[in-house]
């Protein structure tokens, strides 16, 4: 069964704003990650947020966690019609479980 | 650096038939898994393997067999190919088995089961 659930599930910018993805997870977790994938293409690695971090940055990425509330929320500033993917949150405990996915277009 | 490679890209079969999903790695990987990517449910794991000669079930393991023989080597096998298998399957790999680890995915087998 999933575990993350991602919020929205598809969501439509123009290029230069912000978009924010939010992941709510059930259980509790030894860190969380965030995938992107481009159409038709693998899953590429994006950030990991252990549970015991709230924040985190990596270029125009900024994740938090909230483990009170089993939330997390990947934000990415300035985009670009380049990051038009999916993203995906993905929990791990004894394993790792991914979500549905947010669909993000950015319209140049 | 080749990464994770996943054979065939594409692959049509009937029901009944039999195959083999290729996934090797070139970064002497410890951890290597299958995940299967249907519309709407993200990706669920099928079976891992936390090094050569270990393997285990994941979440929907029915239907699949895996084995590991080398590091670098992780085929998943469709015994008798049902219309439910009909998914795009990823193989994913990572460092070791610490789960502070990223995973590195291949770019996917997609599989129609007729």
């Known amino acids: 069964s999933q575990q993350g659930e991602e919020d929205p599930q598809a969501l439509s910018i123009q290029e230069g704003e912000n978009a924010t993805m939010n992941c709510s997870y059930k259980t509790s977790i030894n860190n969380l990650q965030w995938y992107r994938q481009n159409s038709g293409r693998g899953l590429v690695h994006l950030i990991l947020?252990?549970?015991?971090?709230r924040e985190k940055h990596s270029g125009r990425l900024r994740v938090t966690l909230d483990t009170s509330k089993k939330s997390s929320s990947l934000l990415i500033t300035a985009s670009r019609a380049a990051d038009t993917a999916s993203y995906f949150c993905a929990t791990v405990n004894n394993d790792m479980r991914f979500g549905a996915g947010t669909r993000l277009t950015v319209k140049p | 650096n080749a990464g994770v490679t996943q054979t065939p890209k594409f692959q049509v079969l009937k029901t009944g038939q039999s195959m083999t999903l290729q996934c090797a790695q070139d970064?002497?990987?410890?951890?290597m898994s299958w995940y299967r990517q249907d519309p709407g449910m993200g990706l669920r794991l099928i079976h891992y393997?936390?090094?050569?000669?270990?393997?285990d079930q994941g979440e929907v393991p029915n239907g699949y067999n895996v084995s590991r023989s080398t590091t670098e080597d992780f085929p998943l096998r469709l015994l008798s190919a049902a219309p439910s298998q009909t998914s795009v399957y990823f193989c994913a790999s990572s460092y070791s088995t610490n789960s502070n680890q990223p995973q590195h995915f291949g770019d996917g087998t997609r599989l129609s089961i007729l």
């Open positions: 947020i252990r549970s015991n971090e």
């Open positions: 970064m002497n990987h410890e951890y």
């Open positions: 393997s936390v090094g050569a000669g270990i393997t």
